[in-house]
């Protein structure tokens, strides 16, 4: 089974109407829906000839944005295995992991100017990271992006780990009067405590939008079971909420799916242009439009709502709240290559492995140019990015965030690189430390400094470690995060 539909086993995620995906011709005219495939209750139920279309059609569109970008061909992503003879391994010796040690400077304008005071820093600073990831990296959100109304259309009163709660399915209709062919509901189910007696903080989780008890059990390929209850029980538990948002109800997790879902809508079913967003984005501006119903919610704090995802949905939290500034604290999990692993870092997972035909989709267009062997404009790799991941974290400065890992021994691999993440935590505590926050405490440099012994948090401050013993999950630091996030934001549980 493929890590992707693993991740759609361990969501309960099922294909939605975002999933419907476009036959596309190599122009960027539009055209007309290809016939919608037999509805599935999982995607890896999909037939073998429904994988093969949708490979495809990702395959075209892939190879359209190389054209457009003018690159001919890209270097090929690095193999995970350690097997010998493997071709093109991943590099898992530390010795040779920093080919580029020095990262762009967060707090050095692009005229070499200083940034000292916090007002360069929103004034100055802050404005050209974020049209270098927009441009670059991660996609820019279309001007022309429709409103989304949302209605409640069931509510349950149910239990969650044996507490007595208030469940609420909402569905987000996304205005599509301007291609109707395409139709994006977003799924999201909003569960507070019932015997809350004033509005609840919020912790909304990239998962399967389902009310409780409808998902599936923790799946036994994950590893073994967390020990730890899971995330939803410990949040009640400790008078929080939960919002559970589908990403897929947004945008579909492959780049045939780009000419539908929420990117397929905004260009009419045309294929993207280079600088047009990806599915990290969408998922992200998804999240966001669930942060406007959360605001209108008179059991909710609406101050107090954060963002939480593991894998690529850990990368889609960090870009969250990177961008939407109502986002109060974040839990970045597993994040790996294009979320808090420094692009420059030689370990593990790659650029090359996000520029090519199954990963691209995440990223804007112009990502593929820094996979490029041979283009029109030369080549460009990975130490060519204006920007790097330090400099997004930086983007959530000074909110609360919290950069989650667990350990390879139980499935956290080291494709994710735990170390270089690490290092791009602490090349972000500057812009905190600038805005009046804490950051990790660390006192070596980013170039020298090295990850604590797991589970040693490093929790003191609003930018926030910890590597548990767990697997590739947060909910073993989720009770770390509550009370972390509790002292911050002054919140006491209540009692049940």
Request: charged share 20%; proline share 9%.
């Amino acid at each position: 089974m493929s890590t992707s539909l693993r991740l759609f086993l361990a969501l309960g995620l099922s294909v939605s109407s975002s999933a419907l995906l476009r036959a596309q011709p190599a122009t960027a005219a539009p055209a007309s829906p290809a016939p919608a495939a037999k509805p599935q209750a999982f995607p890896w139920q999909l037939s073998p000839e429904e994988r093969q279309r949708i490979q495809k059609l990702s395959d075209e569109d892939h190879a359209d944005m190389m054209a457009q970008l003018g690159i001919k061909s890209l270097r090929p992503g690095r193999n995970a295995s350690t097997a010998p003879g493997t071709p093109n391994p991943a590099n898992y010796d530390p010795a040779k992991a920093n080919p580029y040690p020095d990262y762009p400077d967060v707090l050095t304008l692009k005229n070499g100017q200083k940034v000292t005071t916090p007002e360069m820093w929103w004034k100055l600073r802050r404005p050209e990271i974020v049209e270098d990831f927009e441009r670059e990296v991660i996609g820019r959100v279309p001007k022309n992006v429709p409103k989304v109304t949302w209605t409640v259309t069931k509510t349950v009163n149910t239990t969650v780990g044996e507490l007595p709660v208030v469940a609420r399915q909402v569905i987000g209709h996304v205005d599509n009067s301007a291609d109707p062919q395409i139709t994006v509901d977003i799924k999201m189910a909003v569960v507070t405590p019932a015997n809350a007696k004033s509005p609840v903080p919020v912790l909304m989780m990239f998962g399967s939008g389902n009310l409780p008890g409808v998902d599936p059990a923790w799946p036994t390929w994950a590893g073994p079971e967390p020990r730890d209850p899971p995330s939803t029980n410990q949040l009640i538990a400790a008078g929080w909420g939960y919002v559970s948002i589908n990403p897929n109800s947004i945008q579909a997790d492959n780049g045939a799916g780009l000419t539908s879902g929420i990117i397929g809508l905004t260009n009419k079913g045309a294929r993207r242009k280079p600088d047009d967003w990806g599915a990290l984005r969408a998922w992200a501006w998804g999240a966001a439009r669930g942060l406007d119903y959360l605001e209108n919610d008179p059991t909710i704090d609406a101050r107090h709502v954060g963002i939480e995802g593991v894998s690529r949905f850990g990368k889609a939290a960090l870009v969250a709240m990177a961008f939407e500034p109502r986002f109060a604290l974040v839990l970045v999990g597993s994040s790996g290559e294009g979320g808090a692993k420094p692009h420059r870092r030689n370990f593990g997972e790659a650029v090359e492995n996000l520029t090519s035909s199954g990963e691209y989709h995440w990223m804007a267009g112009n990502f593929l140019k820094y996979g490029a062997a041979e283009a029109t404009f030369g080549s460009k790799d990975a130490n060519d990015f204006p920007v790097d991941s330090h400099e997004l974290i930086a983007l959530c400065a000074p909110r609360p965030t919290f950069i989650s890992y667990g350990v390879p021994e139980k499935g956290d691999a080291n494709w994710l690189d735990h170390q270089g993440s690490f290092m791009a935590t602490v090349a972000a505590g500057p812009v905190f430390r600038l805005l009046g926050a804490r950051d990790l405490g660390v006192k070596e440099d980013y170039h020298t400094a090295k990850m604590p012994p797991v589970n040693t948090g490093l929790l003191e401050g609003e930018l926030a470690w910890r590597q548990h013993d767990g697997g590739h999950e947060d909910r073993s630091n989720m009770k770390y995060f509550i009370a972390w996030a509790d002292k911050l934001i002054g919140h006491e549980a209540t009692a049940h």
